[in-house]
């Protein structure tokens, strides 16, 4: 059996806190179907489980809990109206809790790898476009299960089939040889966006530009991709007023006191805030002052790329009180 990463990770016991991490609520809305997905699975077993006098038995805990988790993850998402810029903030929450949101983001994510297996047993010609769609789904949810507070944290124990059929990330089934494959550079689905808001306002631009063939037109998405990491900086820091650019990075990350900490470590702290300064200087500031039609498909998505991984790592920074969302 392929070994998984968080086993070599040191891991927090169940009942240690892990803080306030937030999440937006279009993001925290994935989670909570998992946990749905996963309570509606374990319910399909509570007749065995009566069946054999099973009471007051970890099944019922776990059932419990999961319950528990679901009705307040639905009290949250309804009381909040806007489901982009709307956050929620989960207080005090355990690291056994977080272990939940894990398991179901990772159970819907094996669900829908199962799925893919079905529909290659039942059919000897799938369009390519299908198969990556699939494979995007797939990845999309693996990242969710990494971020924040999740990187590197053992997802709970919950399923017989998910914990012991684990499949690891690299390890999906090649694709056959297939007829009628639509040529890679009108396949939107090839690119793997991890971050919810990222994917929603940034692929259907590109999908657009490929159906249309303006190849002179990538700097349109490089310029919404820098949008939504400038706004995602500004989102975390309330405190930042109207600056934008090199001066919305300095506040929030190099000034004293920093609003949006990478690291306690004063040489990585400012390895990050370089890192995201850099990525302003030469490609956010290009492209929002002036047309540039000489960018390729490959590097916009490698830039698409970059930026998803810049949102990541401030999925795991510490926000200060002075400005947090």
Same mark, same amino acid.
């Given at each position: 059996?392929?070994?998984? =990463? ?5 891991? +927090?016991?169940? #009942? ?20 749905? &997905? ?17 009471? &007051? ?6 059932? !419990? +809990? ?11 998402? !309804? &009381? ?32 829908? @790898? ?26 999309? $949810? ?10 590197? $944290? ?13 499949? =690891? ?11 009628? @494959? ?12 991890? !971050? ?22 990538? !700097? ?22 109207? @600056? ?12 004293? =006191?920093?609003?949006?900490?990478? *690291? ?38 490698? $830039?698409?790329?970059?930026? #998803?991984?810049?949102?990541? $790592?401030? *999925?795991?920074?510490?926000? *200060?009180?002075?400005?947090? =969302?």
């Amino acid at each position: 059996m392929t070994e998984n =990463p968080w086993d070599r990770v040191e891991q +927090h016991p169940d #009942d240690e806190s892990a803080g306030t991490p937030w999440f937006f609520a279009e993001t925290y809305l994935e989670f909570h179907r998992g946990l749905e &997905a996963l309570l509606q699975e374990l319910e399909k077993h509570r007749q065995a489980v009566e069946k054999l006098g099973l009471t &007051a038995s970890p099944f019922e805990e776990e059932v !419990d +809990h999961l319950r528990s988790m679901v009705d307040w993850g639905t009290e949250r998402l !309804d &009381a909040t109206t806007d489901s982009r810029h709307g956050t929620i903030a989960v207080t005090g929450v355990s690291y056994g809790s977080l272990r939940y949101l894990k398991a179901g983001v990772l159970y819907r994510a094996f669900d829908v @790898a199962k799925q893919r297996s079905v529909l290659l047993a039942k059919n000897r010609v799938v369009p390519r476009s299908v198969l990556r769609s699939f494979d995007t789904r797939i990845e999309q $949810l693996r990242g969710m299960a990494e971020m924040g507070k999740l990187s590197g $944290l053992k997802p709970a124990d919950v399923l017989f089939e998910l914990t012991e059929a684990q499949v =690891p990330a690299g390890d999906l089934p090649p694709p056959p040889r297939l007829l009628q @494959a639509l040529p890679p550079s009108t396949v939107v689905s090839e690119v793997v966006v991890v !971050d919810e808001v990222l994917r929603k306002r940034c692929l259907p631009l590109l999908r657009a530009i490929d159906e249309v063939g303006g190849n002179d037109q990538y !700097d349109s998405v490089i310029r919404e991709m820098s949008v939504v990491l400038e706004d995602r900086v500004r989102e975390m820091s309330r405190h930042a007023g109207n @600056a934008s650019g090199a001066e919305l990075l300095g506040i929030t990350m190099a000034r004293d =006191p920093v609003l949006i900490r990478f *690291s306690p470590e004063k040489h990585v702290q400012e390895a990050a805030h370089l890192f995201f300064r850099g990525y302003s200087g030469l490609v956010r500031n290009d492209v929002m002052h002036r047309v540039v039609e000489s960018y390729t498909r490959e590097r916009m998505v490698q $830039l698409l790329g970059t930026v #998803d991984y810049l949102l990541y $790592l401030l *999925s795991q920074a510490e926000v *200060s009180p002075l400005g947090a =969302p």
